[in-house]
């Protein structure tokens, strides 16, 4: 005998985005390791080994930050966690771009990942992300 089951809630507008910018900044990894590829392509390549390194490890990181962007829309809990330790690492090097003066550099970086850390903590979100594992939450 089947349960009737409570709706399925709605997928909040700021989860959306916070999804948004976790795509674009693994879409910013997925360019950097391109960037490294291309490096090793060129004339003269400094180090073959440190640029595989990187663009092994870019590309992995970026994969991570897709998974998480997903599994925020799913209303899963676990992606919040990983999802605020890069945030707050960008808005550390963003602090070091601006320190440096590369203003437009730590802007791009500063503004999405601030976006991203308050997000994080808004009750919508932390209301739509509460499910383990198990059945579907909305697709």
Excluded: K
């Excluded at 009737?4 to 976790?22: F, T």
């Excluded at 004339?43 to 080994?49: A, E, I, N, Q, R």
């Excluded at 663009?55 to 897709?66: D, K, N, P, R």
Aim: charged fraction near 10%.
């Amino acid at each position: 005998m089947s349960t009737p089951q409570d709706p399925l809630p709605r997928r909040p507008a700021s989860v959306v985005v916070l999804a948004l910018v976790l795509l674009g900044e693994a879409l910013a990894l997925a360019a950097l390791a391109l960037g490294y590829i291309l490096s090793l392509l060129g004339p003269d390549p400094l180090s073959v080994g440190g640029a595989v390194f990187m663009i092994v490890f870019l590309l992995l990181l970026a994969a991570g930050v897709l998974a998480a962007a997903r599994g925020l829309l799913g209303g899963y809990r676990w992606p919040r966690t990983p999802s605020l330790v890069l945030q707050i690492f960008l808005v550390i090097f963003s602090v070091s771009f601006l320190s440096a003066g590369a203003v437009a550099a730590g802007i791009v970086v500063f503004v999405p990942a601030g976006t991203a850390l308050v997000l994080l903590f808004t009750q919508p979100v932390v209301a739509f992300t509460v499910r383990n594992t198990g059945e579907s939450r909305i697709h």
